[in-house]
């Protein structure tokens, strides 16, 4: 699928991801990146990518202390298709852990802000208490078809359990609940930035509430990473299993909560947004 | 209830809330405050009213727009008792919002760190999907008494209707979640920042799972706020029901998010933390 607004990749061995993800360093912390086609949104490049792309910055950057915690990103401005410069800049150390502050800029303008944790993690007592939706395989569901002009769709294999885009024939749903097998197309090993940017693979919740599209979009994301570096590593290229809802729509802005799941019942990450609407 | 480590805060007619939330310019952008002993903490100020001395430095910023929508501020590192110093900078102004980048220091060390959303609400379709935990009205049920040591549990009126802390005798529980009331003690009008400390009101939920106090504390607090200004100050002096519970423990960390509702079911507010441990 290509998008008249955003530039034609170029074929490479390269993943879609990695390419997206790139960035060349410029000077301490600073680093330049840029838009790519593949994970084109209707205006701006897909936030999960850029989400990705901030975190990507920590992890190349000199001083990162131990694994990705904890990430929230602030969609400031529209970012346009090209260039753009991403600074990672560590403002606290501890024993055990390190915080950051985190800007997209094009030109002058900042357009993401964003802080991060990243540490080392030690043994501990362990438990899932939340449960993983019911869900039969991957392999039971039709891969989504994507959708005209919104290209970072088909740049993943998602597979809709319950609660799909809703079409106008669909009208609303009494609740906000999607439920869906996610993984990247074509499948690639799990890593933390791939994980970031399938934390923000869910649409909009008031598409479903309101039975079609509305304008809308993330204006704040936040990740917590819950299962340590290893289990991201030995995750592989299964199909994430992720379910999203929301608590409360009004006033231009509705709360979105997501969980990504193993197939075998692991809580890898979950994702808390604030979206603005309008309908 | 006193603490050796933090002075006695003197007699005055002003909220113990808004004292500490005292906060003098010192140049644009930057304000002087001091931690107060009402809401001390065990080895620094409450984490929830830290929280509300950085929102509370945007709305005293002369270019603020709109109510707060949402804040993340993570906990960098330990406060001591005495002055420090807050900086609230707008990094970015849309036609109907502004994000905020956001510092908390004591000399040169960076203690706080942390970004906000503030925005003008317009009207749309509304709905609240989530439902209140069913509870007994506040009367019901006995105020918790505190405890030696932790000032600010003292600074609420906290009423838990399941999920109290555990003592020694109860032993672990196999769920995470706390139901309690909370106000202001003494009583205060409900404003943003009150309900800011609030949403860190919960104490840390590996508490009930491992049956009694271990080491823990958060080193990071989102807040997204679902009600609007008009909202939370027709709120006035009720108390607020609130809910906590975790999805997952393990390798030094977990989750915690909290709800945090209205007598008459509306959802105030939401707060997603994730916390250090050891057990």
Known sequence: MTDSTAPTAPTTDIHPLDRALELTPTEPGVWRGRTTADYWNMVGPFGGVTAATLLRAVQLHPDVLGEPLALTVNFAGPIEDGEFEVRAE?????????????????????????????????????????????????????????????????????????????????????????????????????DHAALTAMADCFYPRAFRRRGGFVPAGTVTLTVHFLADASEVAAHGTEHLLGTAFSRRFGRGYFDQTGELWSQDGRLLATSHQLVYFKA
């Not at 597979?159 to 669909?170: K, N």
């Open 90 to 190: 560590p403002v606290r150390t501890n024993n055990s852990n390190r915080h950051w502050t985190l800007e997209l800029r094009q030109g002058d303008e900042v357009l993401t802000t964003g802080t991060m944790l990243t540490g080392v993690r030690r043994d501990t007592w362990t438990d899932v208490e939340a449960t993983r939706p019911e869900a039969d395989g991957p392999e039971n569901f039709e891969r989504y078809p994507g959708l005209p002009g919104i290209n970072w769709v088909s740049a993943y294999d998602l597979r809709y359990v319950s609660g799909g885009l809703p079409t106008e024939a669909d009208g609303s749903a009494d609740d906000s609940r999607s439920t869906l097998w996610v993984r990247d197309q074509p499948a690639r090993p799990l």
